[in-house]
């Protein structure tokens, strides 16, 4: 196991509604990146925090947004779910002077 | 624009075989990394191998082995006497940001080890 860890493990939302997803780091890890990864397909990269800020971001719309507290665990936001949504999230920990990002089982959210 | 390319989506075989997953990958960077992860049917990404590009020397871990080519732009994956608990989905991704600001995935390759 890494370390990282992810919350819920599965959600059911509706097209429209909102959703937040959780990720806590593995411990002494201060950078956390979201990927999205559709049914048979890669993680896509969302963003990247480093320092409670937005350190790089993937081809995603606005209404994916993120936080990060000064504890380095953080939050994934998407509002307005469209159906295209549904997917596993990923959430992974590294420290900013390492290429090796260490990633926690996920959640998978599906929008009905 | 960073590309990864995983062209086999599925391969099978009898357990204690050896396997190649392939790997090809397209950057104009000259420094960037390779990597390797394995998602096994719960989900979770396992970080198996990173290589940066300025280090072409193969690698070899137990039953797993990685060729990289800088010349035909592969990546490489070898499992040398399959077992069982190899089965999974192996990912190689690519990387151009020492911060690792971002992984750029292929697609996957499923493999599948028949008892």
């Known amino acids: 196991e890494t370390g990282v860890t992810q919350s819920p493990t599965h959600l059911i939302k509706t097209r429209g509604q909102q959703v937040t997803l959780r990720c806590s780091s593995q411990s002494g890890h201060n950078t956390v990146s979201w990927y999205q990864q559709a049914l048979g397909q890669g993680p896509q990269f969302i963003f990247q925090y480093y320092r409670e800020e937005e350190n790089g971001r993937g081809n995603f719309p606005p209404r994916f947004s993120g936080l990060q507290f000064p504890n380095y665990s953080s939050e994934l936001n998407v509002n307005a779910l469209e159906l295209d949504d549904s997917a596993l999230y990923l959430c992974?920990?590294?420290?900013?002077?390492?290429?090796?990002?260490?990633f926690g089982p996920g959640t998978r959210l599906t929008v009905t | 624009a960073q590309k990864v390319t995983q062209a086999q989506t599925e391969i099978s075989v009898v357990e204690k075989e050896d396997v190649t997953l392939d790997c090809v990958y397209e950057?104009?960077?000259?420094?960037?990394?390779l990597f390797w992860y394995k998602q096994p049917p719960s989900g979770e990404l396992v970080f198996l191998i990173r290589r940066n590009s300025f280090d072409e020397q193969n690698e070899i871990s137990g039953r797993y082995s990685w060729n990289f080519q800088k010349s035909t732009s592969s990546f490489n994956f070898t499992i040398t006497a399959s077992q069982v608990v190899d089965s999974a989905v192996y990912f190689c991704?690519?990387?151009?940001?020492?911060?690792?600001?971002?992984?750029?995935f292929g697609t996957g390759t499923r493999l599948t080890i028949i008892p």
């Open positions: 950057t104009r960077d000259t420094t960037y990394y």
């Open positions: 992974a920990s590294s420290l900013v002077t390492s290429t090796e990002q260490y």
């Open positions: 991704a690519l990387s151009v940001n020492f911060g690792n600001e971002k992984l750029t």
